[in-house]
């Protein structure tokens, strides 16, 4: 071997060793990201009795009905392959339901034209939790465009209840706020986790997600036995993700 292609084969072999070492430098560095997501979510509830219910349950889901709430906090992601991501994070979610009427006789039969009987009503039910997610994602399409399925499950712990009344007469708003007193809340609730989603990379250190997601719990609102209460949500999750 003459002494020109001695040098050009050991700085070939030196290149491709800085590019291994760079490149295993570069995967270490990469396996971890943190970020900030925001879901506005659709949320309502599901109705379950244990005991024969005389149309209370089928009354309920005639007056009450969905509203809007979301899912906000911080998300870490741990990168196992290059197809298989593990998530995680901090979540607090604002979940619930209303009742709204138009005809306030229909709530109050018996008053007929009192003049102290609202014209219409409105009821907005408040549930929050602090959640602890655990999410696995795996990518089905793996470039700089990312298309990904995930599951999982979230531990929610209840943080707290506000209901919000607005009762309207002669087109004036009338407005109260409380915390549902004497109700039996579960603490710790375990909500099942599904979605589709999307990250699109910008740069080495900034990523942003789109995922439509849904959420249903496992456990009841209450402790009641006799009726179960089981919340659930769609909504669209909006991310932002930064690595060193």
Request: aromatic content about 18%.
């Amino acid at each position: 071997m003459d002494t020109r292609r001695y040098f050009l084969t050991i700085a070939f072999l030196c290149l491709v060793s800085i590019g291994f070492s760079q490149t295993q430098r570069f995967n270490s560095a990469k396996r971890f990201s943190f970020g900030f997501s925001f879901s506005p979510d659709y949320t309502f509830r599901t109705l379950k009795s244990d005991v024969d219910d005389i149309g209370f349950i089928d009354m309920r889901n005639e007056m009450e009905s969905a509203r809007f709430g979301f899912t906000t906090g911080l998300t870490v992601k741990y990168r196992l392959s290059e197809r298989w991501i593990l998530e995680s994070g901090l979540q607090y979610a604002d979940r619930g339901d209303k009742m709204e009427t138009e005809d306030a006789d229909y709530v109050f039969p018996e008053n007929g034209d009192d003049p102290f009987v609202p014209d219409k009503t409105k009821t907005i039910n408040h549930y929050y939790f602090l959640g602890i997610p655990l999410k696995a994602n795996f990518y089905v399409v793996n470039k700089r465009t990312k298309v990904f399925l995930s599951a999982g499950i979230s531990t929610d712990f209840f943080s707290g209840s506000k209901t919000k009344q607005i009762y309207t007469y002669n087109g004036k708003d009338e407005v109260s706020t409380f915390s549902e007193e004497g109700v039996d809340f579960n603490t710790v609730n375990f909500v099942g986790l599904a979605g589709l989603g999307v990250d699109y990379r910008i740069n080495e250190k900034l990523e942003l997600r789109f995922e439509p997601i849904v959420r249903y719990s496992f456990s009841s609102l209450t402790t009641y036995s006799d009726l179960k209460t089981y919340l659930y949500s769609a909504g669209i999750n909006f991310a932002i993700y930064f690595q060193k």
